[in-house]
């Protein structure tokens, strides 16, 4: 899949972002957010169906938890579990007492997306590359580990500074709307060019070895 594809999938109809012109696409086989996050309102089982083509043995597939997630309205919806981005950001979404839905969990991959390479999502332990808690005021700072990154993000998520961010994860909005309360934020001083970069793609699916967790 193209990325322009994908970005038509994820934010159809939204003319807010550019596709970044060097925005490439994983390997044959990748697993991404779309074909994840398509699948919850059908998930009865711990396994992700992707397309014959694609051979098992090419794939690490994520495991769900069909309990444990929330919707806005508090009804379940559902859970990861493992090393993914995407298990990183819903955690961020959990401890920030955020609803954990597909809206939020692709504009948080989106965001992952672009602070970091979403082959290496994971470094320094800083995805976002937050500056509370990890030692680097400009966000160049390491945590000791993914789970206290995401403690740390979701703290900085709910401090004023912030709050165009958190009211648009609470209230679950369409992913452009989130994505244009991050840019217009202060979390990055050059509003990801204003948006021009920010990464409106349809993000891979890649685990994070196990010992930064």
């Known amino acids: 899949m193209t990325a322009a594809a994908a970005a038509a999938i994820l934010l159809a109809g939204s003319a807010m972002v550019a596709i970044p012109a060097n925005a490439t696409t994983a390997p044959s086989g990748t697993v991404y957010a779309h074909q994840l996050l398509a699948h919850t309102a059908s998930l009865r089982t ?15 597939l994520p495991k769900f938890d069909s309990a444990g997630f929330t919707r806005p309205d508090g009804s379940p919806a559902i859970t990861v579990g493992g090393t993914t981005n995407v298990d990183w950001a819903a955690l961020v979404l959990q401890d920030g007492h955020f609803p954990v839905t597909p809206n939020n969990l692709t504009v948080m991959l989106q965001w992952m997306d672009s602070e970091n390479d979403p082959n290496s999502w994971w470094l320094r332990n800083n995805p976002l590359n937050n500056g509370l808690g990890s030692g680097g005021g400009s966000g160049l700072g390491s945590y000791q580990n993914l789970t ?5 993000v979701a703290q900085q998520l709910r401090r004023d500074l912030f709050s165009g961010i958190a009211q648009a994860l609470d209230a679950n909005s369409p992913v452009e709307v989130t994505a244009r309360a991050i840019i217009a934020s202060p979390w990055a001083g050059g509003h990801y060019n204003n948006g021009a970069i920010w990464h409106a793609v349809d993000v891979p699916i890649v685990s994070a070895p196990a010992e930064d967790w």
């Open 148 to 152: 206290i990154a995401a403690g740390y």
């Open 46 to 60: 711990q396994s992700l169906h992707v397309p014959a083509a694609v051979a098992e043995s090419e794939v690490d």
